[in-house]
């Protein structure tokens, strides 16, 4: 059974940062690109970050360039978002998401898998 997990959401107040993981299990995504999406209450969820599967390119939603920085470890099966200078209009749920196929991100990325979602809350 795949699985991604996401761990590492919590409060903090703005300006501060913190890292987001996301452990995937079942099955290996080394050759998959994977992604971060964010929804806030009352939104519709929202693109964040991708990085695609060898881990040479990302992208970025605008709102978060300069601050956030995705990463990946596909030795331990794992992706991670380390948000810096963290702003309240950040408070969201952040979620993992794999899809199935390996890229150079040309297009905008789509998950394939999804997370069960980390609560992140930046307060004022």
């Known amino acids: 059974q795949v699985q991604l997990v996401e761990s590492g959401g919590g409060l903090v107040q703005a300006g501060g940062s913190l890292r987001l993981s996301c452990a995937a299990s079942g099955r290996t995504f080394s050759r998959n690109d994977m992604g971060w999406f964010r929804q806030a209450p009352g939104k519709e969820r929202e693109f964040v970050a991708a990085i695609n599967w060898s881990g040479i390119i990302t992208t970025y939603a605008d709102s978060v360039k300069g601050r956030f920085t995705i990463s990946r470890d596909n030795a331990k099966n794992t992706l991670y978002l380390q948000m810096n200078s963290l702003k309240p209009e950040d408070t969201a749920v952040y979620y993992c998401?794999?899809?199935?196929?390996?890229?150079?991100?040309?297009?905008?990325?789509?998950?394939?898998?999804w997370g069960q979602g980390t609560q992140v809350t930046v307060s004022s």
């Open positions: 998401a794999a899809a199935n196929r390996a890229s150079l991100l040309s297009k905008p990325f789509t998950g394939d898998y």
